[in-house]
C-alpha cells in the first residue's frame, strides 16, 4: 500500500518514518515525488479540520492514500494560542526561533504554575475518495523559562517535560517518539492501518 506523508515539515517527516516503520507493508511516499502539487491553505478553526484538508487534498491529487499531520502548541495562560497559528505565530514566514522567542516574550514573569501547556497532533488519514480517519494525541508540559536542546524542531526547546526534568529538545528522539502527541496519535493510527491493509479495494470507511 502506498501511502503519501501530506507535510513539508522535515522534522514530521523524520519522526513519522520512524514511528511506521515497523508496517512494512505500507510505502511511504514523499511529496518530492509528485510535481505541480496544489499550494494547500490551512484554513480550518481546528487541528482537526486542517489535517483533513491536506490530507484529503494530496490523495484526491496524487490518487494514492495520503496522510497528513496537523499540529501545535496550546498554551492554557494564551488561552489555548499559538493552536492552529502555531507554525504563523510571529508571522507567515516565521522560523521557529521567531516562534520561541515570541512565546517566551508573552510569558516573561509568568509564575511555573501558569506555564501549562500540551503539544496536539492529530493525524488524517484520507483515501482518493476523500474518505478519512483521524486521531488525536497529545503531551502535557510547561513552557520554559528559556530555550534549551536541540534536538527536535518547532517548541521543542521550550516545551518543558515533567517526566524527564527536561525540554524536549534535550530528549533523544528515541525518548520524544515514545512520549510525543505525535507517538500518541500514530500509535492509535497503527492497528487500524493492519486492518485496512487486510480489506479489499472499494470498501467503505468512516467519513468526517
Ligand atoms: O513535535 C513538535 N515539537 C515542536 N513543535 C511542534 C511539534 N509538532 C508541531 N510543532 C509546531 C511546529 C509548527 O510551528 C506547528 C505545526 O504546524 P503545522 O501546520 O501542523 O505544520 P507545518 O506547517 O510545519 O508543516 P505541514 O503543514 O506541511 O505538515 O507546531
Ligand atoms: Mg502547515
New binding site residues.
Partial sequence: MKLVLA???K??IA?IKKLVSDLSQVELVSLDDFQNLPDIA?TGKTFKE?ALI?AKEIASFTGHWAL??????VVDYLQGAPGVY??R?SGEQAT?EQ?NAKLLALLKDVPWEKRQAK?V?VIAICNPKGQCYTLEGECKGYIALEPKGTY?????PV?FVPAYGKT?AELEPEIKNQI???AMALKQLKPLLRQMLKRSEGQTYNIH
Avoid at 497528513?68 to 502548541?73: E, N, V
Avoid at 527536535?152 to 521543542?156: A, C, L, S, T, V
Fill in positions: 507535510t513539508r515539515n522534522g514530521k519522526e490551512e486542517n491536506k497528513a499531520d496537523d499540529s501545535g502548541l502555531s507554525a505565530f521557529d516562534n503539544f497532533c527536535g524542531f518547532g517548541y521543542d516545551f524536549m510525543s502527541h505525535r
